[in-house]
Each structure stands twice: as structure tokens, then as C-alpha cells.
């Protein structure tokens, strides 16, 4: 793999595995449905859905901490409260998370028309493309 591909893969590993992911989750979906049945296919659209709304929450949650740990100064006080009600919103943010994806999948599952497994395996499909990332990053070094 060239230089240029390689940087252009670290810069935007985050838009490239959501990107990804859409796509599988897509993919899976149609395979799903034309092989299986409509339950299935409905079942991976919520749990891929679910999965990139979660990723994509938590890694705006974690970037803006993380900048904010950056810009502070050492043993000051109000940054040191900044950073607090940082990490409080991101904990609270990812409790609440989980918590509407439980709903969510709750509903998916007692309306009886998503099927557990293809929950599973569309909220598989984040990790599946950081996966892909991953293997191919380290291919380039």
C-alpha cells in the first residue's frame, strides 16, 4: 500500500470504518432478507444502526474530553472543574447509551419483528471495520 493511502487511512479511520459499517450493515441486511427472511434483515439494520449511533456518540464525547484535558493548565482549579464535568457528561452520555439501546433492542425484540442473531451480528458490524482498519494499518508499517 502506498504512503499516501496510508495517511489518508489514519486521518479519517473514523469516517472510513462509520462508512464501512453502513455499508455491511446494508449488505448484511439484503443478504439477510433475499436468504433468510424479513426478520433478519431488520434485525441487522437495528443492530448496526444502534452500534454506529453508538460509536459515533462516544467518539464525540471522547474527542471533546480529550481536547479539553489537552488545553488545560497545571494546577488550575477551573480547568480541573472543566475537566470533571467533562468526564460526568461523558459517563452520563454513555450510560444513557446503553441505556436507549437496551430500549430500543428491548422493542425490536418483544414486537417480534427483529430476530435476536441478526441483532447480534448487525451490531457486529463497528467492530468488523475497525477490525479491518486495524489489520489494514498495521500491514502498511
Avoid at 433475499?34 to 449511533?53: D, K, P, R, Y
Avoid at 467518539?59 to 488550575?76: D, F, H, I, M, P
Wanted: hydrophobic share 50%; net charge positive; charged share 15%.
Amino acid at each position: 500500500m502506498k504512503k499516501t493511502t496510508a495517511k489518508r487511512l489514519e486521518t479519517n479511520s473514523f469516517e472510513i470504518v462509520i462508512g464501512g459499517s453502513v455499508a455491511t450493515m446494508l449488505t448484511l441486511a439484503m443478504i439477510g432478507y433475499v436468504t433468510i427472511s424479513l426478520e433478519f434483515a431488520l434485525g441487522a439494520l437495528v443492530g448496526g444502526i444502534v452500534a454506529v449511533l453508538n460509536h459515533i456518540g462516544l467518539y464525540r464525547s471522547l474527542k471533546g474530553l480529550l481536547l479539553a484535558v489537552t488545553e488545560c493548565t497545571v494546577n488550575n482549579s477551573d480547568d480541573e472543574k472543566q475537566i470533571n464535568r467533562g468526564v460526568f457528561s461523558t459517563l452520563f452520555g454513555f450510560y444513557f447509551r446503553i441505556f436507549l439501546s437496551g430500549v430500543i433492542i428491548f422493542f425490536a425484540l418483544t414486537g417480534g419483528w427483529a430476530n435476536p442473531i441478526a441483532i447480534f451480528v448487525g451490531a457486529s458490524v463497528v467492530m468488523i471495520n475497525s477490525f479491518i482498519i486495524g489489520i489494514l494499518l498495521y500491514k502498511i508499517d
